[in-house]
């Protein structure tokens, strides 16, 4: 129902590029942009591949289209939709949002600035010939529903959550990129500006959306539930040959069960999926939060089919960290970096992770198990979840400080995330500042259970 067209990556419908002979009408340049081909063409507007030379990098332009027929209340909603996404400039910064550059508004065009992501968008796995892997689109759903949670705090509602509006990169059989994009038809909670009410895709529309009434962060949940229903059935939740029928089935009518429709579907997916459909907001779950940890707890729970890889999920990864201590002052955006840039590793019982004397940088984070230190073959500590090892010989600032004074083993089983300096270099500067502020939350404490041990040395083992 939107009059706004999908920001980027058409690349679903144009899945090679174009050369400009090929694109006679095409521009050479837009504002300081070279253009380099043509993305796709809505009803409103069309997108461009575009070099930024200034910054050196790929961009997509959305371009608004010169409508002389249109009516002056076509305009209108043009104009707000421009304005809607205009206003978001700068403001949107995280893994899997699009983020947009700039806007420009000159006498002879309009146009939106945008990171331009490669690949496809959901549209491309709606189809019953190409559905992705029941495990891939719950973590489809979680990366959504982290994006979309990320927009809501930001006081946003995105009205507009369709397979078309949700970008996508492709590595043979694994989505590796994810980005929200097009927030023409958002609802800034916040402003006290004329915005636009009733707008959304009909096959994805929340019931509440339909009737006009005031919208929270349940209608996109909504729209992300239908979204993921498509996915898994390879058809939307209702279907019907005319808009009436259609709107009375979102009103009135229940979505198929999942289970049966292809192989695969749990009991337990077919809750989560269709419960988030429920026909009145306050049955839906009550937050993001609260629908991210649904999703991820049919992985944990192995209330999906697994690849034949096995391989561990970021949903599972970004779940893990949340519930540990060192990253309790963490937001999402800095989470996600954990995620993608720390070396993540296995341990059996028994390994040792460090032995005295050792030179070494590296430091690590127990995300599950336990290891226990030992001096001259004394056991004198023990680690778990949560916590650190390794952490002065990485902030040490000379050689010789930097050989581990104890052995460190492995007591249970273990998972840690590790960084080096070099890794720490690439993350963002706030990132590092979280870092800094946990090793120091963990030295503190190790501090105090050093002085309760001198004053009580029986504790000592």
Avoid at 328 to 356: C, M, N, S
Avoid at 417 to 425: L, Q
Wanted: hydrophobic share 40%; proline share 5%; net charge negative.
């Amino acid at each position: 129902m939107s009059s706004s067209t999908s920001t980027l990556g058409r690349a679903d419908r144009h899945e090679s590029t174009v050369t400009l002979a090929l694109q006679p009408d095409l521009p050479t340049t837009i504002g300081k942009y070279r253009v380099e081909s043509r993305l796709g063409t809505g009803a409103t507007s069309e997108v461009f591949l575009a070099h930024d030379r200034f910054s050196n990098r790929v961009v997509a332009i959305k371009r608004v289209q010169a409508r002389p027929h249109a009516t002056a209340a076509e305009m209108r909603f043009s104009d707000r939709f421009f304005a809607a996404e205009a206003a978001l400039v700068g403001k949107l910064n995280h893994p899997n949002v699009v983020q947009l550059l700039d806007a420009v508004e000159a006498p002879d065009s309009r146009y939106l600035v945008m990171e331009y992501v490669p690949g496809v968008t959901l549209r491309h796995f709606c189809t019953p010939e190409r559905l992705l892997s029941l495990e891939q689109v719950v973590e489809v759903g979680f990366k959504c529903a982290m994006a979309l949670g990320y927009m809501f705090r930001q006081g946003l509602v995105h009205r507009d959550v369709k397979p078309a509006n949700i970008l996508v990169t492709v590595d043979g059989d694994d989505i590796t990129t994810l980005k929200i994009s097009d927030f023409g038809s958002v609802l800034d909670l916040a402003s006290d500006q004329t915005q636009v009410h009733r707008v959304g895709s009909l096959a994805y529309i929340s019931p509440e959306q339909l009737d006009g009434a005031e919208v929270d962060c349940r209608a996109d949940i909504y729209s992300l539930a239908a979204v993921l229903y498509h996915l898994i059935a390879g058809r939307p939740p209702f279907e019907a040959d005319n808009q009436g029928a259609l709107l009375n089935m979102i009103w009135h009518r229940e979505p198929d069960p999942l289970v049966g429709c292809r192989e695969g579907v749990t009991e337990a997916l077919d809750q989560v999926i269709r419960g988030a459909m429920a026909k009145k907001a306050e049955d839906r779950p009550a937050s993001w939060d609260d629908f991210a940890n649904q999703l991820s707890a049919l992985i944990t729970r192995n209330e999906v089919p697994r690849g034949p890889l096995q391989r561990v999920l970021d949903s599972e990864r970004f779940t893990l960290l949340r519930h540990l201590d060192f990253f309790t002052d963490f937001g999402d955006v800095e989470l996600w970096e954990v995620v993608h840039r720390a070396r993540w590793q296995r341990f059996p019982l028994g390994h040792p992770i460090y032995k005295a004397g050792q030179e070494g940088r590296r430091f690590h984070i127990l995300a599950q198990g336990e290891v226990e230190v030992f001096r001259d073959g004394q056991k004198v500590a023990s680690f778990g979840a949560g916590t650190s090892v390794g952490e002065l010989a990485y902030l040490a600032p000379s050689p010789d400080l930097r050989k581990h004074s104890a052995d460190v083993v492995v007591s249970q089983p273990c998972t840690t995330i590790s960084f080096t300096p070099d890794a720490m270099e690439h993350l963002s500067e706030r990132t590092r500042h979280r870092f800094d502020s946990g090793f120091i939350r963990v030295l503190v404490r190790r501090l105090n259970e050093a002085h309760a041990a001198l004053q009580h040395p029986q504790r000592i083992l």
